[in-house]
């Protein structure tokens, strides 16, 4: 009956303890150890077999230098890279650039020797249009929507005005229309207007 129990734990993965002997100053070395990945000891044994089998790794010669033969690869593969951004680099020099240095020192000596002076000339001031009192026959879009989109706007804002207006029919006198209106809006109106 206590047999079936302990294979229906080693089943669902729970699992049953085993002892292994091992040197103490081993014992001490591997506790510490897997004290940095904050696991179990089964746990940090688990991942390292774990990772000498996916890598094919022999921890007793073979798989370390499998480990350096494929440093050296990559390592012979990123100079050769290497050499050649150099390459294009000189590459760039010798056509584009040392030419380019060149032609310009080149320029400027002559133009040191000359000894001129490089005439100014006056900045032209844009004239003033006034071709937009004349009518036209076509407006691009993106101006009739912005048109479109600022008389919506003024006539909102018309219409809150006319909401404000209230008529006063005093004891004496005719009767007179009055704005309800903050004197900083009614600044800001007059701003507007001119």
Known sequence: MEKQSTNDRKKKGTGAYSNITVKKETATRFRSYSKKFNKSHSEVLDGM????KENNLDPFGEGTKVIL???KKLERQMMKKFDRIIAIIKNMEKTSIRPTYEMMLILYEAYVKDGRKPK????KLQ????????????V???????MLQEFKEYKKHCNEIL????KV???MGKPY?????DIGDFESLKHQLK
């Open 120 to 123: 100014r000339e006056p900045v």
């Open 69 to 71: 033969y494929s440093i």
């Open 163 to 166: 909401n404000s207006v209230e």
């Open 140 to 146: 691009p879009k993106t101006e009739h929507d912005r």
């Open 169 to 171: 029919e005093p004891i």
């Open 177 to 181: 229309l009055k704005i309800n209106m």
């Open 49 to 52: 077999i774990q990772y000498f």
């Open 127 to 138: 004239e003033e249009r006034m071709d937009f009192l004349e009518p036209r026959n076509t």
